[in-house]
């Protein structure tokens, strides 16, 4: 359950030392008080004016402190456990987001799952907020991000045609710019939404000679991942889209599908300028209603042989994006564990100590 290692285990064996001349240092003392008790007079005598020796209490506080060593061993054998990939190797991996920002993202199932603004809970942001591509841009940016942090992203967009948003790079600071103010709701070219035009987008993008000069380690030691969010909307050219997932599977580019979008219909919400809804999409006097489509999504996963995760309003976000993203090449997160038995036995030595102050202070006092 608890993959638990010893960093320094030699220290559990000079602990079990320390407790054998812990018991042969107590075990002398009780026989030399005991002893000097003997030699001062009368046991009935001194016995009223101080405590008797208890065998049972003196093995007692050997086990305290026997405990204690214990702890405080095991504290500097410095356990710790290995904890879920919290990040790929640097320079491991290049990642492209492709995103789809057609009119069908606008829709808000997200909103009551996503963080406050500003202070202001969600659910009473004014404006539009808790969109399918607000829950994107927050994925990225608060999942992805991390789990890349020392790698190459890019972000590509995509309605009717695909457009780079952002080249790869190292600078996420930037990219983080662009998700908050550069990627809104119809920001690509083109009505519709086909994302075969973004994947095509993003093939080029690894195929820009900028993107290939890597001064830390050789394109080809890197892994290339596409990641594509998608509502599964899509109205490009079936034909297009099989030469591009041919090309996927050639070039060796991984491509992770993440479906965003709630399993019932859902209408898209209208703004005024000043942020206050002013009612649904409408077409042909009827409400306009976006539905996810997840059967191309699987297809597509099984034609490119990607990895498809669904993300549905309320979905949890426990996944190892490093993980999925990095596969076998991440850095494990270790949590030192010796802070806990060190306090222990810190705990258990300052109520051996108190015992011994308390008990001197009674004796005084019937004196």
Known sequence: MFDITLQ?????????????????????GYRARKAARLSYGESRL??????????RLEALIFLGYAFAIV??????????????????????????????????????EYRPFMPDRDGVPAEQVAGAYGSRLDFVKHTIESRIMPAISRNRLGIITYSGLGFTQGELSYDHAS??????????????????????????EALQLFADPAALSVPTSGAEER??????????????SQDDLRLITSELLRRRVRLVIIGVGGNQ??????????????GNLMRDGQTVLTHFEEEPLLALSAAADGEYVRLAPGDTLNIDWASVLAGGRVEIG????FIFPLLA?????????????????????KG
């Open 8 to 28: 320094a285990p030699q220290f559990l064996g000079a602990g079990l030392l320390a407790v054998v001349l812990c018991a042969l240092s107590l075990r002398a």
């Open 46 to 55: 001194v016995d009223r004016y101080s405590r008797p020796l208890n065998p």
């Open 71 to 108: 702890l405080l061993s095991l504290a500097a054998a410095q356990p710790v456990m290995q904890g879920a990939a919290v990040r790929a190797l640097a320079g491991s991996l290049d990642v492209i987001v492709v995103s789809d920002v057609s009119l069908s993202m606008a829709s808000e």
């Open 175 to 200: 990219l983080r710019w662009i998700l908050r103010h550069w990627m809104p709701v119809g920001g690509a070219p083109g009505n519709g939404s086909d994302f075969a035009s973004g994947l095509e």
């Open 223 to 236: 892994e290339r991942v596409i990641v594509l969010f998608s509502d599964g909307g899509f109205t490009g």
């Open 265 to 278: 219909p859902s209408a898209i919400p209208q703004y005024s300028a000043s942020g206050e809804m002013s």
């Open 334 to 337: 270790e949590r030192h564990l």
């Open 345 to 365: 036995a810190l705990v258990l030595l300052g109520i051996l100590q108190v015992r011994g102050i308390f008990r001197r202070t009674k004796s005084k006092e």
